[in-house]
């Protein structure tokens, strides 16, 4: 076998000589993890705060018991600037809320008339809204419970369970590493589409070796590829973004191979519609980009337009994506774990009988 | 003994003949030369014996084996060099040769094979930094660091500068006294009769001559040959009626004619020449050659 190891030596060598194909295959994806890492979660990973604009006209005690209840709430950053200023802020995205208490006057509220205390907030930012504006009621019903003195009849007192916090970042790994998979099985074709157009495949067919081993070194390669990917792409995470990896590895693992399988094959198949490189890097291109933007990788479902459903729920890298989210995270998934695996098996068999149908070694 | 053997081969590529016909043998330990010009069918033939591409018909055996039926067995056992033969463009010339050297039961060392084609110093560069000429003696040394029984290569001058390529020959001869067979191909007459013990000459996928280079010649020519380019004489018949003329090439301004009488033939020309008051230049004097054989056959040259 001293044939088959001297060939991956060879192989491995060429490709790893080529900064272009290391820039693809490792840096991309690192910088796309540091990109949305600052983007969504903010690197230092430490307690978050809110930003509140409290603007209380009433100058009585009421007023100023109102602020200190705001102000005892640690995760609270206060802003008091003036009406006009804290909405100004609120609709630059500076505040998650503004709230605003007008001038209460004392005859009238022990008449019973209650005062309106104004909550502003982003409605696009609906979940962090849903806690603030019930947060902020209950302070102030806390508030004025105090004022009236009505006795508490229901107590809530808040127990622990472990829960796994996710934010935007944790949520995103698996697609990157998803996206990275895919580029990986696509782009890493064009290594083959080389060796062909320029022949080496020939002159190699003049060799003792068998063909067949050649596409196996290549396809060992991307595998061992893919798995070093997988570990970088989680190492990241974790150490720069403090993600947590909480599945088990030989199912991460396992989904990685399936995944890599599914695009080498899939690669394979569309390179054997090219017959130069160049043609070849255009017809993945058509391909994969659309592919990474329409599978749910980066997005929640939900966001995708209704009439890009079909689409995005007929491309393998939304079930690899979300599998591996599964996997990782240990999230339910989105369509059903049996659904991913056996899509994504089914466009792994297809995709290689196809490949190894309309295969050309020159 | 024979280690190549061919009878009857043919390759058809749609109406294409690339090969139509050819039969030859090898004897071991000759250095056997296939001439004739680009696209008379030499790199197909090639193909065809070292297992690259499938005969349609005739008998092809290579050191004993069949190529169409046994490609892996024939191509363990022989040294072949390619016209179109690209290496990955990352690897140093070492890591290349040390590649094919994996793929061979016997091979030679990889730094001789290395340094049998003066490329010592180039070692560790990668291939995507040769020139031309590099390149090609790259491929030379994969084809001799198989060491097997016969070595194929396919114009393996074609690119090389003078030194090269006596380098080369010098190689190639080498080869020879370690008793290795080598099958060449060239479009070069010269490389053809310096090097080869025998040699086909091909045209349009058929043999039109076998032997060794002396005898061909032999056979043709008794008569040596007169050349020269002018302006006005070309279409003059007469020529030809020249005193020991037997034959007369003449294309575009060059005529050759060849004589079993020098002397006469040419007192008679340069008489003739200053009657029809022509001028005559490049008048050289030579023994046949096979490129006149060549010419003789089929009328063109093989160059063109």
């Known amino acids: 076998m001293s044939m088959f190891r001297q060939l991956v030596v060879a192989t491995v060598k060429d490709m790893v000589r080529d900064r272009m194909t290391l820039f693809w295959f490792l840096a991309f994806p690192v910088i796309f993890i540091f990109i949305f890492g600052f983007i969504w979660s903010g690197i230092d990973g430490g307690p978050q705060s809110y930003d509140i604009g409290l603007v209380v006209k009433d100058s009585s005690p009421l007023g100023q018991g109102v602020k200190a209840a705001f102000e005892s709430v640690p995760v609270f950053k206060l802003f008091t600037g003036s009406e006009e200023e804290e909405l100004d802020a609120l609709s630059r995205g500076h505040r998650v809320a503004v709230v605003v208490v007008p001038e209460m006057d004392m005859a009238t509220l022990m008449a019973g008339t209650p005062t309106e205390v104004l909550i502003y907030y982003d409605a696009s930012e609906q979940a962090t809204a849903r806690i603030m504006v019930s947060s902020i009621s209950e302070i102030l019903s806390e508030v004025e419970r105090r004022m009236t003195g009505a006795a508490k009849l229901i107590e809530t007192r808040p127990l622990t369970i472990q829960v796994e916090q996710f934010r935007s970042i944790d949520y995103l790994l698996p697609g990157i590493l998803s996206m990275a998979l895919m580029q990986l099985g696509l782009f890493g074709t064009f290594g083959f589409v080389e060796l062909r157009e320029k022949k080496i495949i020939r002159r190699l067919g003049a060799t003792p070796l068998r063909r067949s081993m050649m596409l196996w070194a290549e396809v060992l390669i991307r595998l061992v590829m893919a798995l070093v990917q997988c570990v970088v792409i989680v190492a990241v995470g974790t150490v720069f973004f403090h993600v947590r990896v909480v599945g088990n590895w030989l199912h991460i693992l396992g989904t990685v191979i399936l995944g890599a399988a599914t695009f080498i094959s899939l690669g394979y198949f569309l390179v054997s519609f090219a017959r130069t490189n160049e043609s070849a890097q255009g017809l993945i291109q058509v391909v994969q980009f659309p592919m ?13 337009p209704g009439f890009l459903r079909p689409i995005m729920s007929a491309i393998p ?46 | 003994m024979e280690c190549v053997a061919v009878e009857n081969l043919r390759k058809y590529y749609g109406q294409v003949r690339a090969v139509d016909g050819l039969s030859f043998e090898v004897d071991q330990g000759q250095i056997f030369g296939m001439l004739g010009p680009n696209g008379a069918g030499k790199t197909t033939t090639v193909e065809c014996l070292i297992g690259l591409i499938e005969r349609d018909s005739g008998t092809v055996r290579v050191v004993g084996e069949d190529p169409k039926t046994n490609p892996v067995a024939v191509k363990s056992k022989i040294g072949v060099q390619l016209q179109t033969a690209a290496m990955f463009p990352r690897l140093t010339v070492r890591e290349i040769v040390r590649l094919y050297a994996s793929f061979y039961p016997n091979p030679l060392k990889v730094d001789d094979a290395i340094s049998l084609v003066g490329l010592e110093e180039k070692a560790n560069t990668q291939t995507r930094n040769l020139s031309g000429g590099q390149l090609q003696r790259l491929s030379v040394a994969l084809a001799l660091v198989a ?13 090389m500068d003078p030194q090269a390529r006596r380098a080369l020959w010098d190689v190639i001869e080498g080869m020879k006294a370690s008793g290795k067979t080598v099958f060449l191909t060239t479009h070069y007459m010269e490389e053809a009769e310096r090097l080869c013990d025998s040699v086909v000459v091909i045209d349009q996928g058929k043999a039109i001559a076998i032997g060794s280079p002396a005898q061909l010649i032999r056979e043709h020519f008794s008569e040596q040959a007169i050349e020269f380019s002018h302006s006005q004489l070309s279409s003059d018949e007469s020529l030809s009626s020249l005193p020991g003329v037997t034959r007369m090439q003449a294309e575009e301004d060059t005529v050759i004619l060849y004589s079993a009488e020098i002397p006469k033939t040419m007192g008679a020309l340069l008489h003739y020449a200053q009657e029809a008051n022509a001028e005559i230049s490049g008048l050289t004097v030579r023994t046949a050659t096979l490129e006149d054989v060549f010419l003789k056959i089929t009328g063109r040259r093989i160059r063109e």
């Open chain 1, 292 to 304: 990474m933007f329409m599978s749910g990788i980066f997005f929640p479902v939900e966001l995708m």
């Open chain 1, 317 to 362: 890298l939304t079930y690899l994506g979300d599998a591996l989210r599964h996997f990782m995270l240990r999230l339910p998934s989105e369509f059903g774990i049996e659904r991913d695996l056996s899509i994504l098996a089914v466009w792994l068999l297809v995709a290689l009988f196809f490949a190894i149908k309309r295969f050309r070694w020159d």
């Open chain 2, 147 to 159: 060491n097997g029984e016969v070595v194929f290569l396919d114009e393996p001058t074609t690119g």
